[in-house]
């Protein structure tokens, strides 16, 4: 086993990373450069179909044969990248399943013809967020390939109360009719939402601003460096 | 053939379960902070859907999203910041080993 540890070792001294050759920083960086790739394509051509949309090109989101695929083809990069994070042992990996994962979201947001949602869930969740979580990663371990695992009776406990309520959750969902459906919402233009935003959501949206800045000098209060 | 709100509840639902299932087997306190954003996101994503099959014109169910990114952010910054601090005074995040308070 020993042999088949790779050692990168920058001459510096600074920086010394030791990870097994199974979780080789090459795969790793592909892995990354390919799904930023494909969800780069993907949303530059999601957001141009928005565009399109907003000024009257394209009607709606696709329907029918084109929405059937999309949708397939998303909600399975969706489900694939959940179960992606679930079983990966490294929390490297997590951050990348879960990077994919809310590209994916943020694509069936566009299907859902909410294209600002859709944005924003592309710059904060998958741009902001994910970066704070691999800095509290890199932060937080002396190398970021360290990996703890669960007993294996608490695996399975977690793994049958998880796929108990997701039949149970799917088998109602199969057997509701849902009442009230018989309009599909077109979408809501950017100037809409910004008006119910700063008229009926006034006091949330006021409060959403107090919580950030609160949220500011208290992470820097407690990230900060003791004198 | 057509894509109705049952099949984002569906997806949905695998996003909650997901995240659920990482929050009870990960022990590493920056795992566990992805399976809360995981079921974060899954409530964004019912919200999202009831709007645009229930609501008539209405964002109501967009602008909730909103609030709910937001809401996620600051979790998420406020979560890393203690992480961190946990990990200067114990210099491990496993959050079996982070005892001290038990007494």
């Known amino acids: 086993m020993k042999s088949e540890e790779r050692r990168l070792k920058i001459e510096m001294g600074t920086v010394h990373m030791v990870c097994p050759s199974r979780s080789s920083p090459f795969a790793l960086r592909s892995c990354f450069s390919v799904g930023a790739l494909f969800l780069s394509f993907a949303s530059t051509a999601f957001a141009s179909a928005g565009t399109a949309i907003d000024r009257g090109v394209m009607t709606a989101a696709p329907a029918g044969k084109l929405e059937w695929l999309l949708f397939n083809l998303v909600a399975g990069g969706v489900v694939a990248s959940v179960i992606g994070v679930c079983v990966s042992r490294n929390i490297v990996r997590m951050a990348v399943w879960l990077f994919i994962c809310l590209g994916s979201v943020a694509m069936l947001y566009f299907m859902l013809a909410a294209n600002f949602l859709g944005a924003i869930q592309l710059i904060v969740y998958a741009g902001g967020t994910l970066v704070l979580l691999i800095f509290g990663v890199m932060l937080t371990s002396k190398s970021p390939w360290v990996r703890w695992e669960a007993p294996l009776v608490e695996m399975i406990a977690a793994g049958v109360v998880c796929v108990t309520l997701l039949v149970s959750l799917w088998a109602v969902l199969l057997r509701t009719t849902w009442s009230g459906l018989e309009s599909v919402s077109p979408g809501a233009s950017l100037a809409t939402i910004g008006e119910k935003l700063i008229n009926v959501y006034l006091v949330p949206f006021e409060v959403a601003g107090v919580l950030l800045m609160i949220v500011m000098v208290g992470a820097a209060h407690l990230a900060r460096q003791e004198e | ?103």
Do not use: P, W
């Not at chain 2, 590493?28 to 994503?45: C, F, K, M, R, Y």
């Not at chain 2, 910041?81 to 990990?87: R, T």
């Open chain 2, 1 to 103: 053939m057509t894509i109705g709100l049952t099949h984002y509840l569906v997806v949905a639902a695998v996003l909650f379960c997901g995240g659920l299932f990482t929050m009870m087997t990960k022990r590493n306190a920056v795992g566990i902070l992805i399976g809360v954003e995981l079921v974060l996101t899954s409530s964004i994503l019912n919200f999202v859907a009831f709007d645009r099959y229930l609501g008539k014109g209405r964002v109501d169910g967009q602008i909730t999203g909103l609030f709910i990114i937001v809401l996620a952010a600051a979790e998420a910054a406020i979560a890393v910041a203690i992480c961190i601090n946990v990990y200067k005074n114990l210099s491990t995040v496993d959050v079996d080993r982070a005892t001290r308070l038990q007494g």
